[in-house]
């Protein structure tokens, strides 16, 4: 839950997320829609060498989370 709405700290908030349980938990309404977001993984080439098994783990654990990647 958002505490900033609760305290009257901030008019709006920006959700990131689909599901609007923020929008709902703190009596919000959309004023706006903003273009949609992506987010990449990055990882330097060094890192793919000495963490090749650790770094497919965890594609492997967003892709089951039905995350693209």
């Not at 004023?31 to 060498?49: D, F, G, H, I």
């Amino acid at each position: 839950m958002e505490l900033a709405p609760l305290i009257g700290l901030a008019d709006a908030i920006v959700d990131i997320t689909e599901t609007g349980t923020t929008l709902k938990e703190n009596d919000l309404h959309v004023y706006a829609e903003l273009q949609p977001v992506s987010t990449k993984l990055v990882v330097n080439r060094l890192a793919v060498k000495q963490y090749r098994t650790e770094i497919r783990n965890f594609i492997d654990k967003l892709q089951t989370l039905g995350v693209n990647a």
